[in-house]
C-alpha cells in the first residue's frame, strides 16, 4: 500500500529491508529519513515494534518473563544513541482488525502519550493518500521519547491512562 505514494509530490518514501530486525529496520529508516530531500517521509518500520512485541505477548501470556524489559532497555538506549525517533505521526491501517492486546498497545498506550499523533484509517491507498494530506496537531510526543517507556511494564491493557492507587496524574501515560 506504501508504493501508492510513489511519486507523490514533496514526500520520500523509504522501505527498509524486509529481512532486517524490526529494530534494524527502524534504525535503517531512521537513517533515511534524515536524510531526505522531501518535507515528507513516509516509513513502515516502528521505532517502538519490539516493545510493542513484548508487551502484547506480556499481557497476552505468550511472552517470556523478562522480554518487555530488554525491549525496552535495547529501544532505550537506540533512542540516546540517536538512531530512532518517534514518527511525526503513526498511521495504523485497519487496526479493528488487530487483536485485543496490539490495538490496546498503538490506541491505548501511543495514543494517550500523543492522541493526535495516532491516526488510524482503513487500509486504503486513497484513504492513506486523505489520511496524509490532514494530518492534524496536537500536543508531542514525551520528550526525551524514552520517557513514554518509563513504567511500561506496569501499564496494563483496559486500564490505560485510569489512575491507580498513589501515582501522581503527570505520570499516567
Known amino acids: 500500500m506504501l508504493t501508492s505514494l510513489t511519486g507523490a509530490a514533496n514526500v520520500t518514501l523509504v522501505l527498509a529491508d524486509d529481512t ?3 529494530s534494524a529496520r527502524a534504525v535503517a529508516a531512521w537513517r533515511e529519513c534524515r536524510s ?7 516509513h513502515d518500520a516502528d521505532p517502538l515494534a519490539e ?4 508487551w502484547t505477548a506480556r499481557y497476552d501470556e ?5 522480554d518487555l524489559e530488554v525491549a525496552v532497555t535495547a529501544a532505550v538506549a537506540r533512542f540516546r544513541r ?3 525517533d518517534l514518527p511525526d505521526s503513526l498511521v495504523l491501517l485497519d487496526p479493528d482488525g488487530w487483536p485485543a492486546t496490539r490495538r490496546h498497545w498503538y490506541l491505548g498506550v501511543l495514543a494517550a ?3 493526535a499523533r495516532v491516526v488510524p484509517i482503513r487500509a486504503d491507498a486513497r484513504e492513506l ?3 496524509l494530506q490532514s494530518l492534524p496537531t496536537g500536543r ?3 520528550q526525551p521519547p524514552e520517557r513514554l517507556l518509563d513504567g511500561i511494564d506496569r501499564v496494563v491493557p483496559d486500564k490505560v491512562g485510569l489512575p491507580t492507587a498513589g501515582e501522581p496524574a503527570s505520570l499516567r501515560v
Do not use: I, K, S
Open 20 to 22: 532486517l530486525t524490526a
Open 36 to 42: 531526505a530531500a522531501t518535507p515528507y517521509v513516509v
Open 51 to 54: 516493545v510493542a512485541t513484548a
Open 62 to 66: 505468550a511472552g517470556a518473563v523478562g
Open 82 to 84: 540517536g538512531e530512532v
Open 113 to 115: 502519550a500523543a492522541p
Open 129 to 131: 493518500r486523505r489520511a
Open 140 to 142: 508531542w510526543w514525551p
